[in-house]
């Protein structure tokens, strides 16, 4: 069962404008999370990071954003560029160093 | 930089062959995992090890078989590969236990006929 879900297989995006990019979980246990970022062919890159004892990571043009109760997270990003399209993938960390990933959002960028 | 290398980037093997998947990451992380990238699936994780000849099973096992012995060293077996096991295996390491980040080879694309 999946317990890192990303609803939205795709999203595009005007160049300059916000992509939002969410992400929901079931286990209420997991306490620290991530967005990866992945181009074709290669492997993912670690994005931004959050922990269950804060709402809200800012990175620059790359905010994380954390509802506890909702079980849900989200990653804004703000101004959007062409650059920015690739593969985002939500992970959630039980005690431990388990990773749970998400199913991934395709976003495009458009110039 | 952490570098994590993976022998191939891509495969194309029968079905029955046997697949050696290497990884070799070169900053002296403890953990290491495997991982499959299936498309609507993301990732999954396969085998994972937190040291030397230690290794413990992910979330989807079967049809694989994992051997640690070197720190730097992972590599993922497919004793007689079948079409389902078709798709992107992922390695990473990371540091240490708990929440520390994992960091990622590129990838090697396994296509079986």
């Known amino acids: 069962d999946q317990q890192v879900k990303q609803n939205s297989p795709s999203l595009s995006v005007q160049e300059g404008r916000i992509s939002i990019l969410n992400c929901d979980y079931t286990n209420s246990m997991f306490d620290y999370f991530l967005w990866y970022k992945k181009y074709p062919a290669e492997g993912p890159t670690f994005l931004i990071s959050i922990s269950s004892i804060k709402d809200k990571n800012e990175d620059g043009r790359f905010t994380v954003f954390l509802n506890k109760s909702a079980k849900h997270l989200s990653l804004h990003i703000v101004p959007s560029q062409p650059g920015d399209s690739a593969v985002y993938f939500c992970a959630a960390v039980l005690t431990g160093n388990q990773f749970y990933f998400g199913t991934g959002t395709s976003l495009t960028v458009i110039p | 930089d952490v570098k994590v290398t993976q022998s191939s980037r891509y495969l194309v093997k029968r079905t029955g062959e046997k697949v050696f998947l290497e990884c070799v990451q070169d900053?002296?992380?403890?953990?290491m995992f495997w991982y499959r990238q299936d498309p609507g699936l993301g990732l999954r994780l396969i085998y994972f090890?937190?040291?030397?000849?230690?290794?413990e099973k992910g979330d989807i096992p079967e049809g694989y078989s994992v051997s640690r012995e070197k720190k730097e060293r992972f590599s993922l077996i497919l004793e007689s590969t079948s079409t389902n096991q078709t798709s992107m295996y992922l390695c990473?390491?990371?540091?240490?236990?708990?929440?520390?980040?994992?960091?990622f080879g590129p990838g090697t694309r396994l296509t079986v006929l």
């Open positions: 990473a390491s990371s540091l240490s236990w708990g929440r520390a980040e994992q960091f």
């Open positions: 900053m002296d992380h403890e953990n």
């Open positions: 090890s937190y040291d030397v000849k230690m290794k």
